[in-house]
């Protein structure tokens, strides 16, 4: 869940001079509740260095990426994992598992073996 090709698409909102003062993070709509829980539970998590989360850039929720599809990856270790995806969405597309992207869940996820790379 913590790849980048999991990740949300962040789009910068600019001030008159051009300074980046916050970043609006857009989720694809593939996300599985699993993974939407996930992400909404680390984030209420309070910053342990308060300092340091005043200095950074403010972080925003904004609408949602319809039709997004996951990215496309080489390696099965930075392929998004079945459980992430609505499986609504990977049964309507079967070919992201066999494109390179999305991967199978693995041991930890109650599959007999983890996947190699191909």
């Known amino acids: 869940a913590f790849i980048v090709n ?4 962040d789009e910068e909102m600019q001030t008159r001079d051009g ?3 916050k970043y609006i993070s857009h989720a694809p709509d593939w996300r599985s509740d699993k993974l939407t829980k996930l992400y909404s539970e ?9 300092d340091a ?8 929720r904004g609408d949602i990426i319809p039709n997004a599809v996951p990215p496309k990856a080489k390696v099965v270790s930075t392929r998004v994992r079945q459980w992430m995806v609505k499986p609504e969405l990977l049964n309507a597309n079967e070919d992201w598992m066999i494109s390179g992207r999305v991967g199978p869940n693995g041991k930890a ?5 983890d996947s190699i790379d191909d």
């Open 42 to 50: 680390i984030d209420a998590i309070p910053d342990p260095n308060p």
């Open 6 to 9: 999991a990740m949300s698409d």
């Open 19 to 21: 300074e980046v003062k």
């Open 109 to 113: 996820w109650g599959d007999d073996k």
């Open 53 to 60: 989360a005043a200095k950074s850039r403010q972080q925003l």
